[in-house]
């Protein structure tokens, strides 16, 4: 077969981009991963599936990630993740690992997630102090906790420690994989829990964070805008059984009683009359005029 002729100019064509499916890259790849296992380097990848590795008692659950054209392991012991389920919702992510041990000859390297988090939060942790705002990844979201990542570190972010104002559905606001500007509230040793002998004691460090203290605080700039007894439009930012929140402003929402006579959802255009203002708690307290 005739040779790819590379002199040939295109507009927009990057050779460096370019790929002959003749060629065998491996060797390049390879090196990346030599390099990688002699140096404890992290490496990152997409874990791209889940396979299962080993019959019988050996068999194991295995994340895939790939360094070019070369397949990688990842045991679910290794992954960070609890069970199958969240191995399944960290498919699609991008992850950091390290080189445990390859075979050439398989085409295949072993690596280990945990083992790259474990240095890169000795990394962090020589890094940050209490005060810093600093970058986050969201790598789980329930009803009312943002699980993130900083740096091979996991943190905790209650809903309340989001942002200003109210959240109604904290997974429709925060999605997998979505970057966050976190303030570092408290970098503490705790015990580690277990059931070594108290001369043995170890230690680990709990490193406390939150979006909103990351963010400018809306009170009491806000106060400026409202008045007791006037009307204002605001739109229906939750329902719950104990009454109607009212978004006034970005990071502002008024509590509102339910209607007598008419059920509002969330979205609708109200106007709402202030009935009293709690600079000290923050909050607003309305009752519903009109629905727009």
Known sequence: MADILENVLIEGFDPEKFQDDNVDYSDK??????????????????????????????EKTCAIVHVGRIKGIIPLEFTGANNLRQLRSMTGQEVAFMILNYDREAELFTASRTKAQEEMAK???????????????????????VIADIGGITVRIPIDEVRYGWID???????????????????????????TAEAEKETRTVVKVSAKA??????PDCLKNYQRGGEYMGTVSGVREYGIFINLEPGVDSLATHLKFQNVKKGDKVLVRIQSIDTKEEQIRTRITSVK
């Open 29 to 58: 790849d390879w090196e990346q991963v030599y390099g990688a296992y002699q140096n404890k380097k992290f490496l990152q990848g997409t874990i791209t599936g889940i396979e299962t590795i080993g019959e019988g008692d050996s």
């Open 169 to 195: 559905s904290l997974q429709d606001e925060v999605q997998v994989g979505q970057p966050l500007k976190v303030k570092v509230t408290k970098i503490e040793e705790k015990e580690a829990e277990g059931e």
């Open 214 to 219: 990351a963010q400018k605080n809306p009170w």
């Open 123 to 145: 990394i962090t942790l020589r890094k940050i102090s209490e005060g810093d705002i600093i970058p986050a990844v969201a790598r789980h979201v329930t009803d009312k906790t």
